[in-house]
Nanobody, 125 residues
Framework: QVQLVEFGGGSVPAGGSLRLSCAAS????????LGWFRQAPGKEREFVAA????????DYADSVKGRFAISKDNVKNTAYLHMSSLEPEDTAVYYC??????????????????WGQGTQVTVSS
């Protein structure tokens, strides 16, 4: 059974930093792209960042480019989202997810089959 568990959310002032972790089990983590998404109250879930199966490819939403960095440790079966220069607009529940197909790279939520429970990030102004 595939399980994804996020850690590291919290409350920070604007300009602060957080590192989210996503621990995966029940799948061959090294063969899957890993995506981070977020959902703010009253808004649709949106793409934040993704990293390819071997870490060789990454992509970011325009709103987080230059501030967030995604990484993946295939030995620890864990992915990370390093967030810096946080803004109140970054406030949301953050989810990690894995797509249904191995090796392929996706940024759209419908292509992702397995999701974590989410972790809250709150940025105060």
């Amino acid at each position: 059974q595939v399980q994804l568990v996020e850690f590291g959310g919290g409350s920070v002032p604007a300009g602060g930093s957080l590192r989210l972790s996503c621990a995966a089990s029940g799948l061959t983590f090294s063969t899957y792209t890993l995506g981070w998404f977020r959902q703010a109250p009253g808004k649709e879930r949106e793409f934040v960042a993704a990293i390819g199966w071997n870490g060789g490819r990454t992509d970011y939403a325009d709103s987080v480019k230059g501030r967030f960095a995604i990484s993946k440790d295939n030995v620890k079966n864990t992915a990370y989202l390093h967030m810096s220069s946080l803004e109140p607009e970054d406030t949301a529940v953050y989810y990690c997810a894995v797509p249904r197909l191995r090796y392929l790279f996706f940024t759209d939520p419908p292509s992702y089959e397995y999701w974590g429970q989410g972790t809250q990030v709150t940025v105060s102004s």
